[in-house]
């Protein structure tokens, strides 16, 4: 079976330029298929949603194509629990808001420490309402989540848990499905970020049992926007902040203004992209695919993603392991490569965050430095003030060839600093 880099790699221009996009945390290349997906909604569909003529009612055909892809992708029952936004961040403040209208002072609040802002901030402006918040705390050494301290922190007045299904710094995969079981015992709602989750695996809302989970298509392949599941019995509960005149019905309600047509044009043609590569390679070690159709070719590209990613990222941790003074964040056991995705997060003595990346960036191999919005595990680990760390994510389109000069060039910078 070919290598799946060597099959994507030809379908995203971005790739031509010569450059090691290792930025892909932040936001990954696209494939031409959702660039022309975008461009074609321009040409054939371009007006507002809900009118008597063609162009508006292809763009209703596009956004409803849209929510079932999602739905697919997430494994809904239904195409109504799917809502689109401008990006996780701006959905999560919007049902934040909502959710807030249920609390009554001295209801608390699960945030973890080893989140994205995105997922924090909008739950510590619940305590304007009187919301009490409680820190799930992380392990530094590894960077794992205190599952045991959640159990003590779980009682009769917790109302949300939120959590991500992984972490975008470090890349600690969590125990989502005992998180979510934990909260369901308390009687609370439960909050995903699963955006730096779903580029690496497969997705599974009914699995998990979760009310809400959020996610961003720019980080799988598609355009910038965001994606919010909702457990319908779980939405039909909210008040939407929205304008008189716009649709009452779930989920048009959540979507405040007008939508991002083009957007959802893209994200449709990044999950048939992943479909397609999930039903030209077939079934893959790891996962028991569904009986049929575009969310079983989903789970086969997953799991197949997640299984070149896994060995090349072997191969990244192998190099930097090897390289003098450089520290690594998070889980750096071989054994348990899958216990996190393949995103490495590094300090080197002597040298800033920012200096490594922009030597990398002079020699055309693209990382982030900083704390991408992890803000409270940078200031937790002591890092903040010394500008964060670099941080280098694989993506199903990186090779071995890329790694291999990524860790030379690194290799050189950490002689230089010595």
């Known amino acids: 079976m070919k290598d799946i880099a060597a099959r994507v790699r030809p379908q995203f221009p ?41 162009t508006s009612r292809r763009s209703d055909e596009i956004v409803a194509a849209g929510r079932c892809a999602m739905a697919d ?14 990006n996780m961040t701006t959905l999560t403040f919007h049902l934040s808001r909502s959710l807030g209208l249920l609390l009554q002072p001295g209801d608390e609040i699960v945030v973890t420490r080893l989140d994205h802002d995105a997922n924090i901030a ?36 917790t109302r949300i848990v939120a959590v991500g299904h992984a972490s975008n710094a470090f890349g600690t995969v969590n125990d989502v499905p005992r998180i979510v079981a934990a909260a369901q015992q308390a009687g609370a709602l439960t909050f995903v970020d699963a955006v730096h989750f779903a580029p690496h695996r497969p ?52 979507e405040t203004g007008t939508k991002n047509h083009e957007g959802i044009a893209g994200i449709a043609a990044a999950v048939d992209y992943l479909a397609a590569i999930g039903r030209d390679l077939g079934p893959a070690s790891g996962f028991d695919p569904y009986e049929s159709g575009r969310r ?20 990244l941790l192998d190099g930097l ?13 071989p054994a348990r490569l899958l216990e996190r995705t393949p995103t490495a997060c590094f300090t080197l003595p002597g040298l800033s965050p920012a200096r490594i990346a922009e030597k990398l960036g002079q020699d055309g191999i693209q990382v982030w430095d900083g704390n991408y ?35 030379k060039a690194l290799g050189s910078i950490a002689r230089e600093s010595r």
């Open 321 to 333: 392991l090897e390289i003098p003074g450089l520290r690594l964040l998070g889980i750096s056991d």
């Open 203 to 254: 997705i599974d809302v009914q699995q998990l049992g979760c009310d809400f989970l959020a996610c961003s298509p720019y980080k799988f392949y598609g355009p910038h926007s965001g994606v919010l599941y909702g457990r319908r019995e779980a939405l039909e509960r909210l008040r939407a902040y929205k304008v008189r005149p716009a649709v009452a019905a779930i989920p048009d309600c959540f």
């Open 373 to 407: 919005y992890a803000w409270e595990a940078m200031n937790f680990l002591g890092l903040e003030a010394q500008g964060g760390a670099v941080r280098a994510g694989l993506s199903m389109y990186n090779d071995e060839g890329e790694v291999d000069r990524f860790l």
């Open 296 to 315: 079983r070719w989903l789970k086969q590209a997953l799991a197949a993603i997640m299984e070149h990613e896994t060995r090349l990222f072997a191969r």
């Open 73 to 86: 992708f997430f494994n809904a029952r239904s195409a109504d629990e799917i809502v689109f936004g401008a």
């Open 14 to 54: 971005a790739l031509a330029t010569g450059a090691v996009f290792f930025d892909g945390p932040g936001g990954t290349q696209v494939p031409q298929a959702v660039i022309d997906a975008v461009a074609a909604y321009f040409r054939e569909a371009n007006a507002n949603e809900h009118g008597l003529f063609a």
């Open 122 to 157: 909008p739950w510590l402006f619940l305590q304007e309402k009187g919301a009490v918040i409680r820190w799930l705390e992380f392990r530094p050494g590894d960077c794992t989540l205190d599952l045991d301290g959640l159990e003590r922190l779980l009682n009769k007045r």
